[in-house]
Nanobody
Framework: QVQLVESGGASVQAGGSLRLSCTASGYNYATNHLGWFRQAPGQEREGVAS??????????ASSLEGRFTISQDKDYAKTTVYLTMTSLKPEDTGMYYC????????????????WGQGTQVTVSS
């Protein structure tokens, strides 16, 4: 069982920046690829960015226009994946979820095995 805990969500003005964090721990946490998804009110959840365990594979949603960066830090007990968001827009508003899966394809497809509780990002104009 992998535990995912997100943090860093906040309310910001358009044009601002935020960094979300997600800590992955528990059994076999290190063999799981990690990713960020978001869901706006009334909309389906969408993939934002994902990073493989090795760091060799990265996915970004094309709609981000290079404004977000995913990165990770590892130590002996956990992996922390970050989502650095810049030039935020009101359409970036939503609940941001961290997800983990040992399958890269399953992670990218939105069917990850493990999900965090989410952290709210609100961008006002």
């Amino acid at each position: 069982q992998v535990q995912l805990v997100e943090s860093g969500g906040a309310s910001v003005q358009a044009g601002g920046s935020l960094r979300l964090s997600c800590t992955a721990s528990g059994y076999n946490y290190a063999t799981n690829h990690l990713g960020w998804f978001r869901q706006a009110p009334g909309q389906e959840r969408e993939g934002v960015a994902s990073l493989s365990t090795s760091g060799d594979n990265v996915f970004y949603a094309s709609s981000l226009e290079g404004r977000f960066t995913i990165s990770q830090d590892k130590d002996y007990a956990k992996t922390t994946v970050y989502l650095t968001m810049t030039s935020l827009k009101p359409e970036d508003t939503g609940m941001y979820y961290c997800a983990a899966d040992q399958s890269w394809a399953r992670l990218l497809g939105g069917g990850a095995t493990y999900w965090g509780q989410g952290t709210q990002v609100t961008v006002s104009s």
